[in-house]
């Protein structure tokens, strides 16, 4: 099969299983979001709470997804991913219990988002992972952009269908149904045949953790590409987080403003995933992350000035398109340039400075917003990606092909 077909990854049965498994379990986890967030607001009535929880869900991730790594480059990656689907049942088992019964204290919802984050931070190395063994490496664009659609379509699904189950089913059930979704991704993992290779074995825990950082540093373009995305998710990435802030203060919208503020960020990154799909490869990379790094940057910087609402709406089109067109392609570009043996922990690596640096990025710009206006903290954070956007897009890539460790001439961007 030809890797310019669109939507190619699809063609292969393991990851069409895998990824129909996948939209129905991110809906199910995008309504537990929504229902988390409203139940821990009705609970306390307090915003630091709701950080709290959203800190307590991301700090793991921080914490744990290294270790991940080492797990995904010595286990069969598709074990790995039904264990982790299985133990994410029980907090949202719980949840919906706890809430039924009302019980439920957001102390027990903070420790229930502790441990999901927990899981999460061994899922992601063994999922991102897994997914070059499923379609192999002409066709690993494609799938990731695919699986950034199927996230980005839940995103949109998922909220739509907790609204409607709260309103008429009651809190509770939006718990219940993400558990049950979790069956699906269950059943289609146990259906695919490929289990995942394992790739390393131990040679001490900080040796293998040195392994992967020790490639990175060595591959210019792919360190290059870690330090833009650490930058992001500092000082970019975060802003969703301050849109209720523009809502009320700036456009005073309430919210429905919100709503449609989110929903841009969302349409732009569905967009971009959907792009990438339909093209299913890029030729020069670098060139796309350049344009998409700079697009996002300015987009936000925009974001933080404008006055008008639907000009807002539009800037958060392009801020959300090129974030994700970034990060699917770096996502891939690292995939491809990792040799077998040490993918799970250069990937790990990837989603330490993605999610983990999140909440860092989310305090740092919350002090900002706390001593100066929101507008002028992302304004700032929004000038601070320009630059590293530049210095990104201008930085020397014309270096001699390095090869990893099966002699192999690494991939350029």
Known sequence: ????????????????????????????????????????????????????????????IL??????????????????????QVLSIMPALLLGILTDLNIITVYQV???????GTVNAFDMPARQSFLVEMVGK?????AIALNSAAFNGARIIGPVIAGLAIAYLGLPACFYINAASFVAVIIALSLIKNRGEITATSKGFLKDISEGFNFIKAQKDILYMIILIS?????????????????????????????????????????????LAIKSDIKNKKRYMSV?????????LAVSISKVFWLSLIFLVFAGWGIVSFLATANSFIQLSAPDNLRGRVISVYSLVFLGFTPIGNFLIGILSHSFKTTNAVSVSALICIIASIL?????????????????PMPRL
């Open 1 to 60: 099969m030809k890797n310019s077909e669109k939507f190619s990854a699809l063609y292969f049965r393991d990851f069409r299983l895998f990824w129909f498994g996948q939209l129905i379990s991110l809906s199910g986890t995008w309504m537990q979001s929504v229902a988390q967030g409203w139940l821990v607001y009705s609970l306390t009535k307090s915003p630091f709470y709701l950080g709290i929880v959203a800190a307590a869900s991301t700090l793991p």
């Open 63 to 84: 914490l744990f997804t290294l270790i991940g790594g080492i797990i995904a480059d010595r286990f069969r990656k598709r074990n790995l991913i039904i264990l982790t």
């Open 110 to 116: 903070i420790a229930l988002a502790f441990f999901l």
């Open 138 to 142: 002409g066709h690993l664009l494609n």
């Open 231 to 275: 930058v992001f998710s500092l000082f970019g990435i975060p802003f969703t987080s301050f849109l209720p802030v523009f809502a009320e203060e700036i456009f005073q919208s309430g919210p429905r403003g919100l709503g449609l503020l989110v929903s841009a960020t969302g349409l732009g990154a569905f967009s971009a995933a959907m792009i």
């Open 292 to 300: 998409s790094a700079i697009c996002f940057s300015i987009a936000l």
């Open 392 to 408: 990104f897009s201008v930085s020397d890539s014309r270096q001699p092909s390095h090869k990893n460790n099966a002699g192999i």
